[in-house]
Structures are given as C-alpha cells and as structure tokens.
C-alpha cells in the first residue's frame, strides 16, 4: 500500500479510509463547509500546512499523514451468504445498577434482571446487552474492573449469572456482556504486581514509564480531566490511564496480555454468553514509544495525544487475533464482537467491521449524536434531520460487507427526547410523541437498532438539584477542573444539567409510586404516566408503540435487512421505503414541531402503524404497508 508524504495532494490522501475519515472528523469538529476540502483536493500537504499554520501552528498535515501510513487495507467488499443473526435483531442495553433492585438496597442486581427477563421477552429483545457487572471498586460504575471473573458482591453472584444465562436462552433470547480491556483496576491483580515489581512479567502488562514527578511522560490529556499520567510513588513510576486515574492502560504490545484477554472471553463463552460489546477497543494499540499529541488536535478535540491511539498501529492485527484466539468456539462458530468506537469515521469503521476482514462484527460510530461543531457538553436542540441524514448516508456509503448500529442513547450520553424537545418533561404529549418519532426511525432504518433502558418509555434527562446527587466521575471531575479554571458555581452547574452521564442512570421506572429514595442514584422525575405499569398496558403508550414496532419488524425482513431506499427529505419530511422480495413498507416521519403536507405517493398504501391524513402533524409517525 503507497506511503504518503508531504508531496501528496490533499485529494490523494483523501483516498484512504483514514485521511477519508480525518477529513470528515475536521469538518464536524468545525462546523467548515464540506464543499471545502474539494476545492482544496489539488493542493499538496505541505501547503496547506503552510495555509493552515496561523491556525494549527504547523505540522497538522504530519498527524495526518502518520496516522494514514501506519493503517493498512481496504474496506471489505465481500459480504455474508446470508445475515447473521445479529444483523435483524434488536438489542437492549441494561445498565444493571439502575434496571431492577432485587433487595431493595438502592443497587440493581442480576436477580432483578432475572425477574425482568419476561418484560423484556414481551418487548420483542431479541439479545441483552449487560453494563459491567464484573467485580469492581466502582469508581467508575463498573468500568474499572479489578476481577473479571467474578460478580460484585452487591450484584449477586457467578450462579446468579449462569441463571440469568439460562433465563435468557430459554425465552429465545441471547445475551451479551461488556468486555473493558483497555485498561483495568488499579486495584487489579496484575497492576498491583506490577507496581510491586516494574522488572517482572506483570510490570509489561501496563505502561510504566521512569521520570521525575515533575514531568509527566507525555503532554496527553484524559477524558476524565487533566493528564493521562499517575505518578506511583511507590514504584518511582508514571503510569498511563486515558480515563480515571483508577483505570490502568493495559499494553497491548504484550503478548501475555493479549493471552490473558483471550482466556477471559472463552472462560465467559464457556458459561454461555453470546459474544461480548468492547469498551473503548479502537484505543488499545500505542505505538511503543509515545509521543506528545498536536496541541491543536488537543485544542480541537479537547484530548491531546488522540491521534496516536485513535486508530493504533497494530490494531487490525490486535482485533484479527482476538477474534481467532478469544470469540472462536471449539466447533469454529463466532460469538458476536461488538466494538464501542468513540472518534471513528464510516470508513475506518469499515476496516474494522468489514464481513471479509475478520476483526469486529458491528462498531458504535458516535458521529451522529451530535451534529457538527458540537459535543455532548453543548447546550443546544437536536435536530433529527441531522441524525436522519446521518444514517441514511451510513446506508449509502457501505457495502454488502458492511452493517450499521443504530443507537440514539447508553449509558455514556443523555436522553435523546430531552436533546430534540428540552422542555419535553413538562410537556407530556409532546413527550410521547417525540419518543415515537425516535423510535421509529430507529426501529425500521437499515440496521441493527440497540435500545437503552428506559428509552421505550421515552425517558427523559433528570431535574437534578445538587452536585450532591451526581455519582459519575466523568461529571465530577469536569465540575472540579472548571471551577479551577474559573468558572462560576452556577456557569459550571448549567454545564453539567447540560451532559452529565448520570441522566441516562437514573432507576428505570416500573411503578407509578416507585420509591428511588435510597437508590445509588436517586431519580426526581416522576411525571403520571411514564412508567412501566402505567405504559404496559395502554396501547396508545410509548411502550406500546415501541413492542408494536418491534413485532412488526420480526413479522417482515424488509424492516430489517430489506433495502433502503429515500424517497424525500426536506422541510423536516423524512420519506423512505424498506423492501425485499416478499414485501415493501412505507415510512413517513415528521421531524419538526410544525404541521407539514404529506409528500404524494404513487403506491396504494395501508397504514400498519400510526395514521395517515392530508396533512403530518408535529413529530408524526406512520409506517404503512405498500400494496402491490
């Protein structure tokens, strides 16, 4: 495959998956017009570095060109003989702590999942996606995993999973957990011996670097605040953790630690979970010698040093091999591979996801969560047309050998109701309507749609009251840094009610009454009918409208691995029709807040779901049957 230089014409570079998808991050990130880097295709690097140099301060065409010559490959043209079952299911995404509390100490656990189970089999699930449950000191709700073969105490026990792995299997539906293997613990057993003894075998399992403690190793920033340098007092050593200064960067370099994550996942198919959702997989590889990040790609993205580990040098090779060595079952069946992919493009999710490649089965690309220029931390109204031409364009831009995820929410970002309509938890109509509008688009676009606990309610963010109900340490950290730098209570605060994870974490809510006074992460919003009790059995809930949805998706393959084919998109009317040989289906959306006309069409037509006049309401819905 060429190299690139400076020599190479902005258009040239552009070929690639990753200059492709630079590109395309620089315009989100900017808000530039995307007409720009065509006008600007026949000019090489080096001038435009020139060009950009008051800007950048120079050298930003070399993070470019280093990121592109250290990838390899073309995205996959080769496709399945027929889908895997994971292209026509729907997933549902449970954040353990907060879905169902069997004993009432404030904590969800397994034996409340358990006990769900039936709600979630008469939803339609077709597979459970489980936050980690694994044992935990819990700074970082889970995600800091001290032992990975076994449960938090306060979440139950290894019998309790293997029930719930039964209880799933038995009602036809599958489950699959989080797999965190960028980093550990610090409380893990391997870091511990490896700060106990930097010169044995566990001291290579992280990146320990000698210094002085006035110097951290490298200019790089976390995503939890401040720099992804510890200093170990102990060991004389700094020590890399891109999130929470509790979480340690394995070193994937290591071979032992490849081997060890590979033991994990087949101890875990053993016990017979479906496959596994990779927390942050795309940042395990670093070049062995870490350089310091851009400062203007710090400045960009708010995290200097990203480019380095963004898409690492080895991490096609990484993924390749887990996948022999970790998900291959004895009788050479796969269990399915999920990579969360935070910051990669549609066509380096390719690379990564492509059927003929051999290395994930489906990525989270996070692009269409925000529209660009802004971050979660942006105090703005969502726009679904964005999203609408998101996703359509995804469809439009992959191959046979290519899939699309399709989310909206998890545990990471806030309600999606309250980012479209912010005044949505006053406005109860308005409420369900926005949720459906969501849901729908979600339900019958071309790909596998995960749904985040609560969202078939249409739960929305929380009227939290004081930092002193806040419990995520992303949230807390940020409030901390901001005030250092300045920024008044009352600035800083707004800023939080604004992005804070802790809105997606709040309790599900399953009764009307339901008392959260003592839970982990107590829930204010309590507005009459949003609950599961109430929405269960009212055909007009957004419950409803979602199991409605979901069945009608089982019922005709057109919905879900049919073709995709955009009939009108203006004026907030977003028209598309889903087909396959055996049946076709219309899908009409109003994406704003204003009446709109309903755009002619030449086909007879059955509405199926939601109703169909003259005229399209604020934020309607209908999905129809097209006759033939």
């Known amino acids: ?22 590109v395309d991050k620089l315009i989100l990130h900017t808000a530039l017009p995307r007409w720009l880097p065509h006008v600007l295709g026949r000019l090489k690097l080096r001038t435009i570095d020139l060009l950009l140099r008051p800007i950048t301060g120079g050298g930003f065409m070399d993070v470019m060109i280093g990121m592109v010559n250290q990838v390899t490959g073309e995205p996959s043209l080769e496709g399945p003989d027929e889908h895997p079952w994971w292209r026509s299911a729907v997933f549902y995404q449970v954040y353990p702590r907060s879905f169902a509390d069997s004993d009432g100490d404030g904590l969800g656990d397994v034996r409340g999942i358990i006990g769900k189970l039936d ?24 995600y800091d995993i001290r032992d990975y073969k076994a449960v938090l105490p306060e979440m139950g026990t290894l019998d309790d999973v293997d029930e719930l792995i039964a209880g799933c299997h038995e009602r036809g539906m599958k489950i699959i957990m989080d797999l965190v293997v960028n980093h550990t613990s610090a409380e893990h057993e391997w870091f511990q011996k490896a700060i106990a003894d930097p010169d044995g075998i566990y001291g290579g399992y992280y990146y320990l670097v000698a210094g002085t403690e006035d110097k951290p190793p490298t200019n790089w920033q976390s995503f939890f605040s401040g720099s992804t340098w510890r200093w170990i007092p102990e060991a004389n050593l700094w020590a890399l953790h891109l999130f929470d200064e509790s979480q340690m960067d394995l070193n994937w370099n290591n071979t032992n630690v490849r081997r060890e994550v590979a033991e994990i996942v087949q101890w875990w198919l053993a016990r017979g979970i479906d496959g596994f959702r990779m927390d942050v997989i795309n940042y395990i590889s670093k070049p062995d010698y870490l350089p ?28 390749a091999e887990l996948r022999r060595e970790g998900f291959t079952r004895e009788d050479g069946s796969v269990a399915v591979m999920i990579g969360e992919t935070p910051g990669i493009g549609v066509q380096a999710g390719r690379l990564l996801s492509g059927w003929s490649r051999k290395e994930l089965d489906l990525i989270f690309n996070f692009d269409g969560l925000e529209p660009p220029g802004m971050t979660r931390w942006h105090d703005y109204v969502y726009d679904l047309n964005y999203l609408a031409k998101f996703w359509s ?15 909206v929410e998890n545990h990471d970002n806030t309600r999606m109701v309250s980012k479209v309509y912010p005044d949505a938890i006053h406005q109860p109509r308005t409420r369900v309507a926005v949720a459906k509008l969501i849901g729908t688009m979600q339900l019958t676009m071309r790909g596998t749609p995960f749904v985040y606990q609560g969202q078939e309610l249409g739960a929305v963010n929380e009227p939290f009251d004081s930092l002193d109900e806040l419990r995520d340490i992303e949230s807390i950290n940020r409030y901390a840094s901001l005030r250092e730098m300045g920024k008044t209570e009352e600035e800083v605060w707004n800023h939080m009610m604004v992005g804070s994870r802790d809105h997606s974490r709040t309790p599900i809510r399953w009764t009307e009454d339901q008392d959260d006074s003592n839970a982990w992460l107590p829930g204010h919003e309590r507005t009459p009918g949003f609950s599961v009790e109430a929405q269960r059995e009212n055909p007009d809930s957004v419950y409803s409208w979602y199991r409605d949805l979901i069945a009608l998706r089982h ?6 691995v049919g073709r995709l084919e955009v009939m009108h998109h203006e004026d907030d009317v977003f028209v598309y029709v889903r087909r396959d040989a055996a049946s076709s289906w219309l899908v009409e959306l109003n994406l704003g807040a204003k009446p709109r006309p309903r755009p002619p069409v030449r086909a007879q037509v059955t509405p199926v779901i939601g109703e169909r006049g003259a005229t399209m309401t604020p934020w309607e819905a209908t999905v129809s049957r097209i006759r033939d």
Request: aromatic residues 12%; charged residues 25%; proline residues 5%.
């Open 119 to 142: 709600y979630l089999s008469d939803l339609g699930v077709d597979c459970i996606w489980l936050s980690p449950i694994f044992d935990s000191p819990n700074k970082d709700m889970g």
């Open 393 to 407: 364009n995804y469809n439009a831009k992959i191959g046979e050998g290519d899939w699309v995820s399709l989310f």
């Open 1 to 22: 495959m060429r190299k690139y230089s400076r020599q190479s014409r902005l258009s040239e570079i552009m070929d690639h998956p990753i200059g492709r998808d630079v």
């Open 292 to 319: 310091d990040g851009h400062p203007y790609v710090g400045e960009l993205l708010e995290f200097t040093g990203i480019e380095h580990y963004l898409y690492g040098p080895r991490l096609d090779e990484f993924l």
């Open 555 to 560: 019922e005709h393959t057109a919905l879900s």
